[in-house]
């Protein structure tokens, strides 16, 4: 996983509440057995739609997802995460996650940041007003901006997810940083037991 700890990009208003991950990435696509070219089933039934927002020129190149309420419900597939990160994104913004959602996107490294439905609301404007608007999530002050409109918002993240992101670490990295306490703990284990 690659440490973040500045995200700066253009963002893409998805003005849609309870999107779930059948949405993200129709069950079709789960059958693959790579890890790989999830971006082209991301969102893929509604593409068809040309007034859908992803397939506008404005928003082309954004890597910040700004969605409504309850983004990442249903099933627990990691692909979804896998596809948004795939197609470009590097964090999504809404008032609320699903829990299940929320764990995968800690443990791949797509930052979930939970703001209030008004500053969602507010930051849907902005974008909408001017597509090449900057916003930057800043992940050792845990704050969303928009400098060029005067918005600066504050978001919580626990200090163990925060450090996930700020040293790049997903479960296996986590294990590892604890490689020499293992060792040592290892070695005091009696002979009788299985050793690798």
Request: hydrophobic letters at 40%.
């Given at each position: 996983m690659k440490a973040v700890s500045i995200i700066t990009g253009r963002g893409v208003p998805l003005k849609r509440s309870d999107v779930d991950t059948d949405q993200i990435i129709p069950a079709e696509w789960l059958k693959r057995v790579e890890r790989t070219g999830f971006e082209k089933g991301l969102f893929s039934t509604w593409r068809d739609d040309r007034n859908f927002v992803l397939n506008d020129e404005r928003y082309a190149g954004a890597s910040i997802l700004i969605a409504g309420p309850s983004f990442g419900v249903g099933s627990s597939?990691?692909?979804?995460?896998?596809?948004?990160?795939?197609?470009?994104?590097?964090?999504?913004?809404?008032?609320?996650?699903?829990?299940?959602?929320?764990?995968?996107?800690?443990?791949?490294?797509?930052?979930?940041?939970?703001?209030?439905?008004?500053?969602v609301s507010a930051?849907?404007?902005?974008?909408?007003?001017?597509?090449?608007?900057?916003?930057?999530?800043?992940?050792?002050?845990?704050?969303?901006?928009?400098?060029?409109?005067?918005i600066t918002e504050s978001f919580?993240?626990?200090?163990?997810?925060?450090?996930?992101?700020?040293?790049?670490?997903?479960?296996?990295?986590?294990?590892?940083?604890?490689?020499?306490?293992?060792?040592?703990?290892?070695?005091?284990?009696?002979?009788?037991?299985?050793?690798?």
């Amino acid at each position: 996983m690659k440490a973040v700890s500045i995200i700066t990009g253009r963002g893409v208003p998805l003005k849609r509440s309870d999107v779930d991950t059948d949405q993200i990435i129709p069950a079709e696509w789960l059958k693959r057995v790579e890890r790989t070219g999830f971006e082209k089933g991301l969102f893929s039934t509604w593409r068809d739609d040309r007034n859908f927002v992803l397939n506008d020129e404005r928003y082309a190149g954004a890597s910040i997802l700004i969605a409504g309420p309850s983004f990442g419900v249903g099933s627990s597939r990691e692909h979804a995460v896998w596809a948004l990160q795939q197609g470009g994104f590097d964090a999504v913004i809404a008032p609320s996650f699903s829990d299940i959602f929320r764990n995968n996107c800690t443990k791949n490294g797509l930052v979930p940041v939970v703001l209030s439905e008004p500053t969602v609301s507010a930051l849907w404007a902005v974008i909408e007003n001017d597509p090449t608007v900057e916003i930057t999530i800043d992940m050792s002050r845990l704050t969303v901006e928009i400098p060029a409109a005067g918005i600066t918002e504050s978001f919580v993240m626990d200090a163990q997810t925060q450090e996930r992101f700020i040293k790049g670490l997903d479960d296996i990295g986590i294990t590892l940083s604890k490689a020499d306490e293992i060792t040592r703990f290892e070695a005091t284990r009696p002979a009788w037991l299985a050793r690798r």
